[in-house]
């Protein structure tokens, strides 16, 4: 098991820069895919971003492509977003999650295929 919390959430102005981090406990976090989601109320969560166990191989959702940049850590257990120039559109909580990999180049996309979900952190971006 892989317990997760996410930090780094908060109020920025449209055009500005926050740099999420989740930091994993519990045991073998390098044999994990992890990846970044993000809710809204009354919207379903929205895959972000996804990376496979080594960090090597990254997705990313159109919307956010070339804007966010995933990365992690598997010494520090960590896992991060860095988020550039950054709009109004993307203001929600946001989710790290974990799930099993089999290892090579997988990733996930879908929310469906995470088993390990933090308590989410809040954006808020200001136009």
């Known amino acids: 098991q892989v317990q997760l919390v996410e930090s780094g959430g908060g109020w920025v102005q449209a055009g500005g820069s926050l740099r999420l981090s989740c930091a994993a406990s519990?045991?073998?976090?390098?044999?994990?895919?992890m990846g970044w989601f993000r809710q809204v109320p009354g919207k379903e969560r929205e895959f972000v971003s996804a990376?496979?166990?080594?960090?090597?191989?990254?997705g990313y959702a159109d919307s956010v492509k070339g804007r966010f940049t995933i990365s992690r850590d598997n010494a520090k257990n960590t896992l991060s977003l860095q988020m550039i120039d950054l709009k109004p559109e993307d203001t929600a909580v946001y989710y790290c999650?974990?799930?099993?990999?089999?290892?090579?180049?997988?990733?996930?996309?879908?929310?469906?295929?995470?088993?390990?979900w933090g308590q989410g952190t809040p954006v808020t971006v200001s136009s």
């Open positions: 990376t496979n166990w080594s960090g090597s191989i990254t």
């Open positions: 999650a974990a799930t099993y990999s089999i290892g090579g180049s997988a990733y996930y996309r879908s929310a469906d295929d995470y088993h390990y």
């Open positions: 519990g045991r073998a976090f390098g044999t994990y895919a």
